[in-house]
């Protein structure tokens, strides 16, 4: 049991200078941001099956026909649809960078939304069937990207269609996996390994419906059920959850409202101290069960969520990562690691890359 409240909450001021450190242009303007988002949520659970739009670099250019079957179905690279030489993945990365910052997005970034993609497009493995996960890339097709719980990822896999643009020979499970890296990373988080060499895969690839958690559940065991399929345990599970410091959300998405944290675009161990040095009552609003903070009534959490303070290992991991931000970065970098791998047929000796952030 932790000593006290006020040693799980980290005071703002030290938030505020890790926001600094992060960058004063792309994370420290808003580090504090908890309202609702005015703007962020425009494209909710609608897909765009046809438009053309204009590309940079290479002469290239995306062509989405009107399709039955998929959301970017066809792809047609004027001039650049074979690659020039191997890609510099540290200039993918870069490019990725450069597509963060938005003033008018949700608290001003897509890092959030980013990771978001690349964990539902990596969280459909089955080890037992072994099929789904990021190696096919198959959210880029209707049955898939139609998911409940993909609702509003179109806006992310449309803006990173831009750095598809520039590099065209980059396969999509390869650039939003790497879409999360990026994230990650430029949000203050740990060096996350990553490696290149996923293809886009058919239609009847897409895995089924109903893989991914289901935030309303609060019991332990469903969050068991999905993850331990997947192949993580349960120190693992409680990793890979801390990723809810970061971002918020939205009604006309996934019903719910709200960002877990004061910061929600810093990536830090908040979610764990939050979690456990508020008290958190169940909020009464017209929407699906979720809990607000006493104090603020600004910051919520999922029924899933609380499974992480109430079940007895998985509180034993929240109150280990809420102690020590350094041991959750550790874990969590090798936890997501493994989940953007998932189902990856990579080639034998296939790099393993560290990319450099934009502060560097």
Same mark, same amino acid.
């Given at each position: 049991?932790?000593?006290?409240?006020?040693?799980?909450?980290?005071?703002?001021?030290?938030?505020?200078?890790?926001?600094?450190?992060?960058?004063?242009?792309?994370?420290?303007?808003?580090?504090?941001?908890?309202?609702?988002?005015?703007?962020?949520?425009?494209?909710?659970?609608?897909?765009?099956?046809?438009?053309?739009?204009?590309?940079?670099?290479?002469?290239?250019?995306?062509?989405?026909?009107?399709?039955?079957?998929?959301?970017?179905?066809?792809?047609?690279?004027?001039?650049?649809?074979?690659?020039? &030489?191997? /890609? %510099?993945?540290?200039?993918?990365?870069?490019?990725?960078?450069?597509? $963060?910052? =938005?003033?008018?997005?949700? #608290? !001003?970034?897509?890092?959030?939304?980013?990771?978001?993609?690349?964990?539902?497009?990596?969280?459909?493995?089955?080890?037992?069937?072994?099929?789904?996960?990021?190696?096919?890339?198959?959210?880029?097709?209707?049955?898939?990207?139609?998911?409940?719980?993909?609702?509003?990822?179109?806006?992310?896999?449309?803006?990173?269609?831009?750095?598809?643009?520039?590099?065209?020979?980059?396969?999509?499970?390869?650039?939003?996996?790497?879409?999360?890296?990026?994230?990650?990373?430029?949000?203050?988080?740990?060096?996350?390994?990553?490696?290149? &060499?996923? /293809? %886009?895969?058919?239609?009847?690839?897409?895995?089924?419906?109903?893989? $991914?958690? =289901?935030?309303?559940?609060? #019991? !332990?065991?469903?969050?068991?059920?999905?993850?331990?399929?997947?192949?993580?345990?349960?120190?693992?599970?409680?990793?890979?959850?801390?990723?809810?410091?970061?971002?918020?959300?939205?009604?006309?998405?996934?019903?719910?409202?709200?960002?877990?944290?004061?910061?929600?675009?810093?990536?830090?161990?908040?979610?764990?101290?939050?979690?456990?040095?508020?008290?958190?009552?169940?909020?009464?609003?017209?929407?699906?069960?979720?809990?607000?903070?006493?104090?603020?009534?600004?910051?919520?959490?999922?029924?899933?969520?609380?499974?992480?303070?109430?079940?007895?290992?998985?509180?034993?991991?929240?109150?280990?990562?809420?102690?020590?931000?350094?041991?959750?970065?550790? #874990?969590?970098?090798?936890?997501?690691?493994?989940?953007?791998?998932?189902?990856?047929?990579?080639?034998?000796?296939?790099?393993?890359?560290?990319?450099?952030?934009?502060?560097?």
């Amino acid at each position: 049991m932790l000593a006290s409240r006020a040693l799980l909450r980290a005071p703002l001021a030290s938030v505020a200078r890790r926001a600094a450190t992060i960058s004063s242009t792309r994370v420290a303007a808003r580090a504090y941001s908890s309202q609702a988002s005015s703007g962020g949520s425009g494209f909710g659970s609608s897909l765009i099956v046809a438009a053309i739009a204009a590309g940079v670099g290479a002469g290239g250019y995306h062509f989405y026909l009107e399709s039955q079957k998929s959301t970017l179905p066809a792809v047609v690279a004027a001039g650049a649809d074979k690659a020039k &030489g191997p /890609i %510099d993945y540290q200039k993918v990365y870069n490019a990725i960078a450069d597509l $963060l910052e =938005d003033d008018n997005y949700d #608290d !001003g970034s897509y890092g959030p939304v980013f990771l978001r993609l690349a964990w539902h497009a990596s969280g459909t493995y089955d080890i037992k069937t072994k099929d789904g996960g990021s190696f096919h890339a198959t959210m880029r097709y209707k049955p898939e990207a139609g998911h409940g719980a993909n609702a509003g990822l179109g806006i992310a896999r449309e803006r990173l269609n831009r750095v598809k643009d520039q590099f065209p020979s980059i396969s999509y499970g390869d650039l939003w996996t790497l879409a999360g890296v990026v994230a990650i990373q430029e949000m203050g988080g740990p060096t996350i390994n990553w490696r290149a &060499g996923r /293809i %886009d895969g058919e239609e009847g690839k897409c895995p089924p419906d109903g893989r $991914l958690p =289901d935030a309303a559940r609060p #019991d !332990g065991q469903h969050s068991r059920d999905v993850f331990y399929k997947m192949g993580f345990n349960d120190q693992e599970i409680v990793a890979l959850l801390g990723a809810h410091a970061l971002g918020r959300c939205h009604t006309d998405r996934s019903g719910f409202e709200g960002p877990w944290t004061a910061s929600p675009t810093v990536f830090t161990n908040d979610f764990y101290t939050e979690l456990l040095g508020r008290n958190w009552v169940e909020r009464k609003w017209n929407g699906p069960k979720q809990f607000q903070d006493k104090e603020s009534r600004s910051l919520m959490m999922l029924p899933a969520d609380m499974a992480m303070m109430k079940d007895k290992e998985f509180r034993k991991w929240t109150e280990i990562y809420a102690k020590d931000q350094q041991r959750f970065f550790d #874990d969590f970098a090798k936890a997501v690691e493994k989940l953007f791998e998932l189902g990856c047929a990579f080639e034998e000796n296939t790099k393993v890359y560290r990319f450099k952030t934009t502060r560097e």
